[in-house]
T-cell receptor, first 111, second 115 residues
């Protein structure tokens, strides 16, 4: 799996968009970008994933650069409940191996 | 959908005792995963099953740990005998099929404390 780099922490005001970056300059052509988050005292939660096209679901949007070396997870209207650690994971689809959760980005949403 | 169900949510036991953690995956999901999370080591995959068959148990720390999946709706993780270093939060997760292997849905976890 390709290595990812994320900022240690970010702050966001409630109601504003939270843009969480991830660098994955060594990503291979068959590797996807996955995002998970873990709210305090809960299990990790799958958010979204993509290969090269931008993706959107009910939780977030994923923007992947054309060269695929970086991506941004966008929470369009952050709420206090979005305060969590966000993990960017790059891996081949159907790898069949363990998901590796690095240190992630701690997002703090405040009112 | 009730999501992944784990029991108990909290377990406190003494060193040497047997501990059994339980998991009910999401109905229709073919894959079941057991993870352990500690501050020192982060989130680690212990074992995963596909259609009730163990596929990769390379993360199981030692013989004191065992996992079973007797049917599609139930799995157990057993520690016998337990040790203080086993204290952690244990998560169970499931995913639908191989094409969605990495879209894993996690349970609330069992917080295990071994005294």
């Amino acid at each position: 799996d390709a290595k990812t780099t994320q900022p240690t922490s970010m702050d966001c005001a409630e109601g504003r968009a939270a843009n969480l970056p991830c660098n994955h300059s060594t990503i291979s052509g068959n590797e996807y970008v996955y995002w998970y988050r873990q709210i305090h005292s809960q299990g990790p939660q799958y958010i979204i994933h993509g290969l090269k096209n931008n993706e959107t679901n009910e939780m977030a949007s994923l923007i992947i650069t054309e060269d695929r070396k970086s991506s941004t997870l966008i929470l369009p209207h952050a709420t206090l409940r979005d305060t969590a650690v966000y993990y960017c994971i790059v891996r081949a689809e159907q790898a069949g191996t363990a998901l590796i959760f690095g240190k992630g980005t701690t997002l703090s949403v405040s009112s | 959908d009730a999501g992944v169900i784990q029991s108990p949510r909290h377990e406190v036991t003494e060193m040497g005792q047997e501990v059994t953690l339980r998991c009910k995956p999401i109905s229709g999901h073919d894959y079941l995963f057991w993870y352990r999370q500690t501050m020192m080591r982060g989130l680690e995959l212990l074992i995963y099953f596909n259609n009730n068959v163990p596929i990769d148990d390379s993360g199981m720390p030692e013989d004191r740990f065992s996992a079973k999946m007797p049917n599609a709706s139930f799995s157990t993780l057993k520690i016998q005998p337990s040790e203080p270093r086993d204290s952690a939060v244990y998560f169970c997760a499931s995913s639908r099929d191989r094409t969605r292997f990495d879209e894993q849905f996690f349970g609330p976890g069992t917080r295990l404390t071994v005294l």
